[in-house]
T-cell receptor, first 113, second 115 residues
Framework: GNSVTQMEGPVTLSEEAFLTINCTYT??????LFWYVQYPGEGLQLLLK?????DKGSNKGFEATYRKETTSFHLEKGSVQVSDSAVYFC????????????FGTGTRLLVSP | EPEVTQTPSHQVTQMGQEVILRCVPI?????FYWYRQILGQKVEFLVS????????KSEIFDDQFSVERPDGSNFTLKIRSTKLEDSAMYFC?????????????FGPGTRLTVT
């Protein structure tokens, strides 16, 4: 079946540090890939997406590249801010059926000043 | 900017009681979803809904669950007889196309606590 594996958290960084959150997936065919972010007390917000191999999604300084050869979609940011503290979810939609999102377990990011 | 809304934000109920969670999807969207997140665990798909019928459901979505679009704006999730293990955050989502951007827009969630 389709699944997403994320690195365990929490990830604790100082402000302006470089961030990587690893995400790998298993899927039939070529899924679309997403990163969602959940700020404390809020719902899920789409952060970025990529729909085909080698696509790079980017938003708010975050980037992730769809790597078919390694089935990965790692999230990166060059310089994190305290306001980036949140839980980050990697997710996929397999291009079959009715496009349900399959989520990873989420990675909590804590950024200190 | 259009957004998905959910009510209530927090619902406390006793085991065995019925609850209805309400969602107002984005107005021009046609595809609706419910997900749940048990505390500390991953977000799990429950059900998708299109053209006034269920299009897909997970093994979690058993006979205790039902969904309905009672009018042109609301989308509801009913749990007939709640169990302790139904305690979770329930998220509604909507999207405007099956084949296209695949973006699903989520509401803020309803925290359901079953005592």
């Amino acid at each position: 079946g389709n699944s997403v594996t994320q690195m365990e958290g929490p990830v604790t960084l100082s402000e302006e540090a470089f961030l990587t959150i690893n995400c790998t997936y298993t899927a039939t065919g070529y899924p679309s890939l997403f990163w969602y972010v959940q700020y404390p007390g809020e719902g899920l917000q789409l952060l970025l997406k990529a729909t085909k191999a080698d696509d790079k999604g980017s938003n708010k300084g975050f980037e992730a590249t769809y790597r078919k050869e390694t089935t990965s979609f790692h999230l990166e940011k060059g310089s994190v801010q305290v306001s980036d503290s949140a839980v980050y979810f990697c997710a996929l939609i397999a291009l079959t059926g009715f496009q349900k999102l399959v989520f990873g377990t989420g990675t909590r990011l804590l950024v200190s000043p | 900017e259009p957004e998905v809304t959910q009510t209530p934000s927090h619902q406390v109920t006793q085991m065995g009681q019925e609850v209805i969670l309400r969602c107002v999807p984005i107005s021009n969207h046609l595809y609706f979803y419910w997900y749940r997140q048990i505390l500390g665990q991953k977000v799990e798909f429950l059900v998708s809904f299109y053209n006034n019928e269920i299009s897909e459901k997970s093994e979690i979505f058993d006979d205790q669950f039902s969904v309905e679009r009672p009018d042109g704006s609301n989308f509801t999730l009913k749990i007939r007889s709640t169990k302790l293990e139904d305690s979770a955050m329930y998220f509604c989502a909507s999207s405007d196309t099956l084949a296209g951007s695949y973006e699903q827009y989520f509401g803020p969630g309803t925290r359901l606590t079953v005592t």
